[in-house]
């Protein structure tokens, strides 16, 4: 097996912090590191190394019909869908035709994007549907696995903020026995309402104690 990550990383940096059985290589590639693996312990190996490094995907490493982890980026700043970064040498397109079809919609990107809580930097699972090599482009969707249990409605969306941050603002908010507050990656959380706490209300609050986030409501499909 192997993994491309990002950045110049040593042998012997990976070596002092895992005790496997596994046998690796390390090749440098430019700005990035290729690990080639094998062992009993690969698969404990490869997650080590995702979790501790950035990973990086390579054009002719991706495949059509793979879903990869990611965050939405220029959010609402065009109109023909929304982009993913996944770590690779290009963001994949989530086009307008495959937003409809996720969401089950006839609306706008911006409709889908403002109904849907989706929101700049937000972390989500993006299946490549199509990739073309000769244009270094790639298009995908949203995985409806992801989107069935994560952009459950009424949620509040909230991302760009760490959750120390954010449960600290909700700790010293009137709301804070009728939220809970869970997160989906290191800096995007989701924000489920009870009682008679309303998320209008909720991104109205936060929204001024925290400007630096980015907020949104799921709605209903």
Not at 52 to 67: Q, W
Not at 90 to 117: K, P, W, Y
Not at 196 to 211: F, H, M, N, Q, S
Request: hydrophobic letters at 40%; glycine letters at 10%; one cysteine or more.
């Amino acid at each position: 097996m192997n993994i491309t990550l990002q950045g110049a990383i040593a042998r012997q940096d990976i070596a002092s912090a895992v005790d496997l059985e596994v046998s690796f290589e390390v090749e440098q590639s430019g700005p990035y590191t290729v690990v080639t693996f094998s062992g009993p312990d690969e698969e404990i190996f490869e997650a080590f190394l995702v979790s501790r490094y950035r990973r990086f995907y390579r054009l002719r490493d991706l495949e059509e019909g793979k879903v990869y982890p990611g965050r939405l980026v220029d959010v609402g700043k065009v109109g023909f869908g929304v982009y993913c970064a996944i770590g690779s040498e290009r963001d994949v397109l989530l086009d307008l035709h495959g937003l409809r079809e996720v969401f089950s919609s006839t609306a706008s990107t911006r409709q889908i994007i403002f109904s849907q809580g989706l929101v700049e930097g937000l972390c989500v699972e993006a299946e490549v549907t199509r990739i073309d090599r000769g244009l270094d482009r790639l298009w995908g969707r949203l995985s409806p696995a992801w989107i069935e249990r994560t952009l459950i409605p009424g949620a509040v969306i909230v991302a760009g903020i760490s959750a120390e941050t954010l449960s600290a603002a909700i700790a010293s908010s009137p709301f804070r026995d009728t939220t809970t507050m869970e997160s989906l990656c290191e800096r995007s959380h989701r924000i489920i309402c009870s009682g008679i706490t309303e998320p209008p209300g909720v991104v109205a609050y936060l929204g001024r104690k925290l400007r630096e986030a980015r907020f949104g409501i799921v709605g209903e499909r």
